[in-house]
């Protein structure tokens, strides 16, 4: 198998695993409602025996807590700490009280079609080694991003809603990318 074809599929692998990371895992979404809803967010930890709120930078309380969190609400920002054992389920029962209030996003094919581009670079690269290649998707990919940036200002398929996130991910690609290709 050539080894544009291969760097294409561990490319393809890659993207798989980061967009499910993103949108399924790591409780990102509990963080995504929490600022859509910043106040309720407040209301509900302070009668949560699971948070600790500060408006100062404070030592965390002990090593069963996690944190030191930061919220920002009304422009002041919050320094959170939470029990280590009770933090899922508190964000659970959160995201159940909430995520029915937020309109449903349809799925991304927009984003998912514009990955084409990426995949195209890869497979165009003939008769590169394995790693160029794929630092060559990864650049491209960057490049992508950018142009997501400055049009569209998200990229969901990869779990990616602001223009900041999108920015950051741009970057951080296709510096990847480059130093895979020259490497």
Same mark, same amino acid.
């Given at each position: 198998? /050539?080894?544009?074809?291969?760097?294409?599929?561990?490319?393809?692998?890659?993207?798989?695993?980061? =967009?499910?990371?993103?949108?399924?895992?790591?409780?990102?979404? *509990? %963080?995504?409602?929490?600022?859509? *809803?910043?106040?309720? *967010?407040?209301?509900?930890?302070?009668? /949560? /025996?699971? %948070?600790?709120?500060?408006?100062?930078?404070?030592?965390?309380?002990?090593?069963?807590?996690?944190?030191?969190?930061?919220?920002? /609400?009304?422009?002041?920002?919050?320094?959170?700490?939470?029990?280590?054992?009770?933090?899922?389920?508190?964000?659970?029962?959160?995201?159940?009280?909430?995520?029915?209030?937020?309109?449903?996003?349809?799925?991304?094919?927009?984003?998912?079609?514009? !990955?084409?581009?990426?995949?195209?670079?890869?497979?165009?690269?003939?008769?590169?080694?394995?790693?160029?290649?794929? =630092?060559?998707?990864?650049?491209?990919?960057?490049?992508?991003?950018?142009?997501?940036?400055?049009?569209?200002?998200?990229?969901?398929? !990869?779990?990616?809603?602001?223009?900041?996130?999108?920015?950051?991910?741009?970057?951080?690609? %296709?510096?990847?990318?480059?130093?895979?290709?020259?490497?």
């Amino acid at each position: 198998m /050539d080894s544009t074809i291969i760097a294409a599929l561990i490319f393809v692998a890659i993207l798989i695993v980061l =967009g499910l990371f993103y949108t399924r895992m790591g409780n990102l979404g *509990f %963080w995504k409602l929490a600022s859509m *809803f910043p106040s309720e *967010f407040m209301a509900y930890i302070s009668r /949560d /025996d699971t %948070w600790i709120i500060s408006e100062t930078s404070t030592p965390r309380p002990g090593p069963d807590y996690v944190g030191p969190l930061k919220f920002v /609400d009304n422009n002041i920002v919050y320094t959170l700490f939470a029990k280590a054992e009770f933090i899922e389920k508190s964000q659970q029962e959160f995201i159940s009280k909430y995520k029915p209030l937020t309109p449903e996003k349809t799925f991304p094919y927009v984003s998912l079609l514009a !990955l084409i581009y990426p995949i195209a670079a890869i497979l165009s690269y003939k008769g590169a080694s394995l790693l160029s290649a794929l =630092g060559y998707g990864f650049s491209n990919l960057g490049y992508l991003l950018a142009a997501a940036f400055v049009f569209g200002g998200s990229f969901r398929i !990869l779990g990616l809603d602001h223009r900041v996130q999108v920015i950051i991910a741009a970057i951080i690609f %296709w510096v990847v990318g480059v130093i895979i290709t020259n490497v």
